[in-house]
């Protein structure tokens, strides 16, 4: 049950000190990066898998219809909206919500071409339970590194600071909430959608208590 019940970003020994160091250890950056890696393979497995895309690409077609802009452009502008909350929870950037945008994107493209298109929807289910563990698993890489969180998962950890919630349970409020928006403003939600607006709290949540586990065993 400890699992689902995290309440703070932890911190361990390969943790960045402050989201603002300039000058991080090597092995935080590396562990970051490949946390980052793991995150955008995770999400190209949710898009291969075909059976609905992840809450936020909901919203940014409900964006898109309403606005006429493209997909693209209206996901920039959702997070650049989503930047303009980290104020008022006083979230710091970082090299990490750099990175987070370079190397998810990266990572997302270039795993698309190899990655198996199954017919069976068994297969495309488990394709997507997959998808939201590697997710949750790349976040609790990268959010433990502390070298700044991408604009959502910073609304996630400040609201987390916040209210004193669990993050499972913020995580998954965040996405159920931006289900419902864009799917009100004309966006399309599938299966998969709904499969990772209640599965990403807890698999952060997972990711979050198992890198700190593990991290303490290494140590």
Not at 34 to 53: D, H, K, N, R
Not at 212 to 219: A, E, G, I, P, R
Request: net charge positive.
């Amino acid at each position: 049950m400890k699992l689902l019940l995290v309440k703070s970003i932890p911190k361990v020994f390969w943790s960045s000190d402050n989201p603002l160091n300039f000058k991080p250890k090597i092995s935080t950056v590396a562990i970051l990066c490949i946390g980052l890696v793991i995150f955008g393979l995770g999400e190209a497995l949710l898009i291969v898998a075909g059976i609905g895309v992840s809450p936020w690409t909901v919203l940014s077609q409900g964006v898109s219809s309403i606005s006429g802009l493209s997909i693209g452009v209206s996901t920039f502008v959702i997070s650049i909206a989503v930047l303009v909350f980290w104020i008022p929870l006083s979230q710091s950037p970082g090299i990490g919500t750099v990175l987070n945008a370079i190397i998810i994107s990266a990572a997302l493209e270039l795993s698309l071409p190899y990655l198996p298109h199954p017919d069976l929807l068994i297969l495309k289910a488990v394709e997507v339970v997959v998808g939201i563990l590697f997710v949750g698993l790349g976040s609790g890489l990268y959010l433990i590194a502390n070298l700044g969180p991408g604009p959502r998962d910073g609304l996630m950890t400040g609201l987390q600071r916040v209210t004193g919630f669990p993050v499972a349970r913020v995580r998954t409020a965040i996405e159920i909430t931006v289900v419902v928006l864009g799917w009100s403003l004309g966006g399309t939600v599938g299966v998969g959608t709904l499969l990772f607006a209640f599965g990403i709290g807890p698999s952060v949540s997972i990711g979050l208590f198992a890198v700190h586990y593990f991290s303490q065993k290494t140590k």
